[in-house]
């Protein structure tokens, strides 16, 4: 049924992991996903560079708006993760979060509407940078040794529970943590436009279809895509801020001093 | 799934291109934040929590001189009112002291007139009583000389005559 409709309507109905590709604007290196990618790199710097051109103690608007982000990230990410030892990070987690927000933020934007965390290359890029990073900061503060010592033993435990305990602990902290961290974002990223594309375009072909009332129940997935642009937003932040939060707890537990 | 394979791309697998366009285009903007805005977003948030906690500092600061400063009116102001209290008891106590030697002074010296008053009549009436004795005397003597005829020359017999006349005067007188 929905091939038929397809080839009548050239709608690519069902959507498919292809709708994820779109041809290569110049070759593989300019392709819509980098130009958004460099786009949002322009955005940020562009606008944290014109809200503090001038900072002034009692803050302009956009000022204010800067401020807010790092306020949040500052205060109610860094600090609640890893205490005032945190604060340091506290910067780079600021432009972690914005990158990951306005990325995500893409994917209800008229003209672009796809994130480029759909595709898993850059939440993976960010997610090694959190994993080295992470790794960096417990090494350099403990010493190889015994930062794999805190990490991977669990203190107070009878010893034969080490074999199961270890392996565990070497799993959670070193594999785990990377995998999940880029995978959750870049899944949030593809099911949201998944859901996007299934309700906009699911509504284009019910409006075409040669049935009245399949056409008028098209207003309800035109409507649920409305909502879905709504929670598609939430998640937009909601990940970028979960996404910044697991990196701040992360690297809090490896300046933590027991395990 | 079917569908990868057909487009012959897997969602999981990355394409490297992105990963290196990804890492490059994410360094530069943290490059860039990190160096030109964050550490002045920093300082100004350091800025603003001492321009509110010095404020809060300050007003604190005013409060407590104010305080103080009440405290000092009022332990002045008590100070004071013992002091005028004093002033007050210590005239009252001098004005009283001053009464009493006042009147004693006035006593003193009435007694003191009254006393020089008597000691001088005593004094005049001896004085008057010896020369009217003298007088008297010798007004009887001349008197009687005359009557009798007869000057009584003798001193000695004279004076112990009206003495003795005298005296009986003043025995009759007193009787």
């Known amino acids: 049924m929905s091939g038929q409709l397809v080839v009548a309507q050239d709608l690519p109905w069902p959507p498919s992991v292809n709708d994820f590709y779109p041809p290569a604007v110049a070759g593989p290196w300019v392709t819509k996903f980098t130009l958004m990618v460099w786009l949002a790199v322009g955005l940020v710097i562009i606008f944290y560079m014109a809200a503090y051109r001038n900072p002034k103690l009692v803050p302009s608007k956009g000022q204010w708006l800067a401020e807010s982000v790092y306020g949040l990230v500052r205060d109610n990410i860094t600090r609640e993760q890893m205490g005032n030892a945190g604060i340091r990070f506290a910067p780079y987690f600021t432009v972690l979060f914005s990158f990951i927000l306005v990325t995500n933020i893409f994917s209800i934007v008229p003209g672009l509407q796809i994130s480029p965390n759909s595709h898993i290359a850059f939440p993976i890029v960010l997610a090694a940078i959190s994993y080295v990073l992470y790794l960096a900061v417990g090494i350099r503060k403990h010493g190889l040794v015994k930062y794999l010592k805190m990490t991977l033993i669990m203190p107070g435990v009878p010893w034969?529970?080490?074999?199961?305990?270890?392996?565990?602990?070497?799993?959670?902290?070193?594999?785990?943590?990377?995998?999940?961290?880029?995978?959750?974002?870049?899944?949030?990223?593809f099911a949201g436009h998944l859901l996007l594309l299934v309700f906009t375009v699911g509504g284009f072909v019910m409006l075409s279809a040669d049935n009245l009332f399949v056409q008028v129940t098209s207003v309800f997935s035109f409507a649920m895509a409305i909502v879905m642009a709504f929670f598609e937003a939430l998640v937009a932040v909601l990940q970028a801020y979960v996404f910044v939060t697991l990196t701040a707890n992360y690297v809090g537990t490896s300046l933590a001093e027991e395990h | 799934m079917y569908l990868a394979a057909e487009g012959g791309h897997n969602p999981i697998l990355p394409i490297w291109q992105e990963l290196v366009v990804g890492t490059i285009a994410f360094a530069l903007l943290v490059f860039v934040l990190l160096k030109f805005?964050?550490?002045?977003?920093?300082?100004?948030?350091?800025?603003?929590?001492?321009?509110?906690?010095?404020?809060?500092?300050?007003?604190?600061?005013?409060?407590?001189?104010?305080?103080?400063?009440?405290?000092?009116y009022r332990a002045q102001l008590a100070e004071v009112r013992t002091e005028a209290a004093r002033?007050?008891?210590?005239?009252?106590?001098?004005?009283?002291?001053?009464?009493?030697?006042?009147?004693a002074k006035?006593?003193?010296?009435?007694?003191?007139?009254?006393?020089?008053?008597?000691?001088?009549?005593?004094?005049?009436?001896?004085?008057?009583?010896?020369?009217?004795?003298?007088?008297?005397?010798?007004?009887?003597?001349?008197?009687?000389?005359?009557?009798?005829?007869?000057?009584?020359?003798?001193?000695?017999?004279?004076?112990?005559?009206?003495?003795?006349?005298?005296?009986?005067?003043?025995?009759?007188?007193?009787?």
Not at chain 1, 160 to 187: D, S, Y
Not at chain 2, 45 to 69: M, P, T
Not at chain 2, 143 to 151: D, H, R, T
């Open chain 1, 160 to 189: 034969p529970m080490h074999f199961l305990l270890v392996p565990i602990e070497f799993l959670q902290n070193f594999i785990n943590r990377p995998v999940t961290l880029a995978l959750r974002l870049f899944a949030n990223m």
């Open chain 2, 37 to 72: 805005v964050m550490p002045r977003m920093e300082a100004m948030y350091q800025a603003r929590v001492d321009a509110i906690e010095g404020g809060l500092k300050r007003a604190e600061a005013a409060q407590a001189e104010a305080n103080q400063l009440l405290e000092q």
């Open chain 2, 87 to 103: 002033i007050r008891d210590d005239a009252r106590a001098d004005a009283e002291g001053i009464r009493q030697d006042i009147l």
């Open chain 2, 106 to 175: 006035a006593r003193e010296e009435s007694d003191r007139i009254i006393a020089a008053g008597k000691e001088q009549l005593v004094a005049e009436r001896t004085t008057i009583v010896r020369e009217l004795r003298t007088e008297v005397g010798t007004l009887a003597v001349d008197l009687a000389s005359k009557i009798v005829g007869e000057s009584l020359a003798d001193e000695a017999r004279r004076a112990g005559t009206v003495d003795r006349f005298l005296d009986g005067l003043e025995s009759a007188g007193a009787r």
